[in-house]
C-alpha cells in the first residue's frame, strides 16, 4: 500500500518475463545461440528471411517449456499452435515474429513467494508460450543509420506471463528471483540478465484498495531486478500524481530511463500495437506425446520450495536460512556435501558467514569457491574434534580463502593446533595473575568486570590458542580459590 | 483504409482509397459467406494432409556464412546490415 495525499493506493502489477532457452541452434533454425559472437556470423537463411525458406521447430526447446511449464505447476497443452504476430522493424527480416497467441504450450501454473514476514503468497502464472526473439539494432555507431546484428534472430525464447497478482515493486522482485531460481533448477534458462537471458517487461496500475483494476501502462524490456524494482516504485508514483489531480491514466508503453530513474512514454503510435496475429501457414499445429510429457514430469530435479522445505526437517535449518541456502542450487549442492555427516548448522553458519562474506568480496559465486565443500567439511571438523577453537578457525579459514590449501595443513604449517593441555593453560593463568597481581587484587576486592582482562591477557599469552572453554573454567577455578 | 496501408507499409494515394475499400467490402463479404455453414464443435482443419509438424535435433548446422547473408543487402558496415535510422 502506497500512502498518496488524499489516502492510500494499491499497486496491481503483472510481469511478462522473456527468458533464453538454453539451446545450442535457435528455434526455427541450425544457426548457432552462442553469446557475444561476431555480428550476423550466427545467422541461417531462415533467420535472415530469404524467400523459400521454412522453418522447422527444434525438439530441445519445445523440451524446455515443457519442463519449465511442469515446474510451474502449469497446465501442459497437448495441442498448440504457432501463430505470426506482425509489425515491421529493421532487426525482424521476415515482417513477423512467429510466437503463439491463443494456443500457448504452457497454460495457467503457480508459483510462491516466500515473503518477508514469513508467509507465503502464491502468484498466478497466465501462460508460457514459445516465440522468437528479434535481431539486436544500434542506434549509436551513426548519426544517421543504425546497425542490425541478426545473430539474435530468432533464438528461442519463453514468454512467462504472470497474473496480475502482485502488489509492489517487493513482490515483483521476489517473483523475478524466485522465476529465475526456477529455471535455474529446471536448467531451462541460465538466468544471465547481463546477457539479457531474462528480461522483463512489467504492467502497472494503480487503484483504491478494493476497487477494479485501473488502467495500466506497459514498461518494456526491464534487465535487472533493481531496475524492475525502481520502474515499478517510479510508475507508481507517477500514476498516483495523475489520478489525484484528478486526471485519468493513458494506456501506453513505457520505457525505464536508467541513468535518471524514471519512466517515460514511447513515442510509438497505437497503430504500432495492431499485430493482426494468424496461424503460421509454415509450420503444423504442435502436438505432444503425453507419454513423453509424463516423463519429462518424473525426471523434474527437486525444486527449491521443495528442497526449503526438506533443509527445514532434514537438517532443521530456520526457514529463513533454509531460503538463503536454496536460492541457488549450486549454494544446496554446496551446502549439502558440507552438512552430511556433520552439524548441519555449523555448516549453514560457516556458508552463509564467512564464505559468502569471502565470494562477496571476490565477486564470484560459489561454484567458483577458492574453499571447497571438502575443505569447509574439514575445517569444521578440526572444531568438532577440538583441535581448533572457533576463533582459530576463523583464520585457518582466511588462510584458507587466500592459499587454496587445505585446513590441516594450514594448522600444522602454522602451529595453529589449540593448546587443549590443562597444564599449558594453568601455567599461562598463573603468569598472567602474577604479572597482573594489583589487577588480581582488585578483582578480589570485588571488581568483577576484570574477568574479560585476564581472559583476554590468558588468550594473548597463549597466541590465541588456548581452549576458550578450559580457559574459563580453570581461571574460574583459580580465582574462586 | 489509411490504417491498413500504414500496418502494411504501402503507400497509398487518397483517390485509391475509395475503390480499394469498396474491394475489400466486397471481399469480405464473399469470405462472409463460409459463416453460412455450421462449424460448431468441429476442429479448425490445419492442413491438408494428415501430417504432424516435423522436428529437428538441438544441433548446429547452418550459419557462418556471413558474407552470403549480407551480399543482398543495400549497404553493410564492419558485417552489420545498415539501415536508416530507427529509434523509438
Not at chain 1, 549442492?333 to 552439524?343: H, P, S, Y
Not at chain 1, 594489583?438 to 568483577?448: S, V
Not at chain 2, 529437428?56 to 539501415?83: C, K, M, S
Request: with cysteine; hydrophobic share 40%; glycine share 8%.
Amino acid at each position: 500500500m502506497i500512502e498518496g495525499a488524499t489516502g492510500p493506493w494499491e499497486a496491481v502489477i503483472g510481469l511478462e518475463v522473456h527468458a533464453q532457452v538454453v539451446s545450442k541452434a535457435k528455434l526455427f533454425s541450425g544457426a548457432a545461440t552462442d553469446f557475444g559472437a561476431e555480428p550476423n556470423s550466427q545467422v541461417s537463411l531462415v533467420d535472415a528471411a530469404f524467400p523459400g525458406m521454412l522453418p522447422v521447430i527444434n525438439r530441445f526447446c519445445v523440451e524446455l517449456a515443457v519442463k519449465t511449464g511442469l515446474g510451474l505447476e502449469a497446465e501442459i497443452r497437448l495441442e498448440s499452435v504457432f501463430d505470426r504476430k506482425n509489425y515491421f522493424y529493421p532487426d525482424l527480416p521476415p515482417g513477423y515474429q512467429i510466437s503463439q497467441y491463443q494456443q500457448p504450450v504452457v497454460g495457467r501454473g503457480k508459483l510462491t513467494l516466500d515473503m518477508s514476514d514469513g508467509t507465503v503468497r502464491e502468484i498466478g502464472i497466465t501462460r508460457v508460450h514459445l516465440e522468437q526473439d528479434a535481431g539486436k539494432s544500434l542506434h549509436d555507431q551513426h548519426p544517421s543509420l543504425s546497425y542490425v546484428d541478426l545473430n539474435r534472430a530468432g533464438i528461442a525464447l519463453m514468454e512467462i506471463v504472470s497474473e496480475p497478482d502482485l502488489r509492489s515493486a517487493e513482490e515483483a522482485g521476489l517473483y523475478l528471483r524466485k522465476l529465475r531460481s526456477i529455471l535455474r533448477y529446471l536448467g531451462t534458462c541460465d538466468g544471465n540478465m547481463e546477457e539479457g537471458s531474462l528480461r522483463c517487461d512489467c504492467n502497472v496500475s494503480m487503484r483504491r484498495p478494493g476497487e477494479p483494476y485501473g488502467t495500466r501502462c506497459e514498461i518494456k524490456n526491464l534487465n535487472s531486478v533493481r531496475y524492475v524494482m525502481q520502474a515499478i516504485e517510479y510508475e507508481g508514483r507517477r500514476q498516483i500524481e495523475i489520478l489525484e489531480k484528478g486526471g485519468a491514466i493513458e494506456q501506453q508503453t513505457r520505457l525505464f530511463d536508467v541513468a535518471r530513474g524514471i519512466t517515460r512514454s514511447m513515442r510509438s503510435k497505437e497503430e504500432a500495437h495492431d499485430y493482426r496475429y494468424f496461424p503460421d501457414p509454415d509450420l503444423l499445429p504442435l502436438v505432444l506425446d503425453p507419454g513423453w510429457v509424463a516423463r519429462l514430469r518424473a525426471e523434474l530435479p527437486e525444486l527449491p520450495d521443495a528442497k526449503k522445505a526438506r533443509f527445514v526437517s532434514q537438517y532443521g535449518l530456520s526457514p529463513d536460512d533454509a531460503g538463503v541456502l536454496v536460492a541457488e542450487k549450486e549454494t544446496a549442492l554446496f551446502f549439502e556435501r558440507v552438512a552430511t555427516g556433520r552439524d548441519p548448522k555449523a555448516a549453514a553458519h560457516w556458508i552463509m558467514g564467512d564464505l559468502f562474506g569471502a565470494l562477496n568480496r571476490f565477486g564470484i559465486g560459489i561454484e567458483a569457491s577458492p574453499v571447497s565443500a571438502e575443505q569447509l567439511g574439514a575445517l569444521i571438523d578440526l572444531i568438532a574434534d577440538g583441535t581448533l577453537s572457533s576463533r582459530l578457525a576463523k583464520d585457518v579459514f582466511a588462510e584458507m580463502v587466500a592459499t587454496r590449501a587445505h585446513p590441516a595443513s594450514i594448522v600444522e604449517a602454522k602451529g595453529l593446533r589449540q593448546v587443549t593441555d590443562q597444564g599449558e593453560i594453568a601455567a599461562a593463568i598463573d603468569a598472567v595473575l602474577a604479572a597482573n597481581s594489583d589487577k588480581f587484587a582488585e578483582y578480589r576486592a570485588g571488581r568483577d568486570k576484570l574477568y574479560g582482562f585476564f581472559v583476554g591477557q590468558i588468550m594473548r599469552a597463549t597466541a590465541g590458542k588456548a581452549n576458550p572453554a578450559l580457559v574459563n573454567r580453570l581461571l574460574k577455578e583459580k580465582l574462586a580459590q | 483504409m489509411a490504417r491498413i496501408a500504414t500496418l502494411a507499409r504501402i503507400k497509398l494515394p487518397e483517390a485509391e482509397w475509395e475503390p480499394l475499400a469498396n474491394e475489400l467490402a466486397r471481399i469480405l463479404t464473399w469470405m462472409e459467406q463460409l459463416n453460412e455453414v455450421d462449424t460448431s464443435g468441429i476442429a479448425p482443419m490445419t492442413s491438408v494432409a494428415a501430417a504432424r509438424l516435423p522436428m529437428r535435433e538441438d544441433r548446429v548446422t547452418e550459419g557462418g556464412g556471413r558474407e552470403e547473408i549480407l551480399a543482398n543487402a543495400p549497404r553493410t558496415a564492419r558485417g552489420f546490415f545498415v539501415v536508416p535510422k530507427v529509434v523509438e
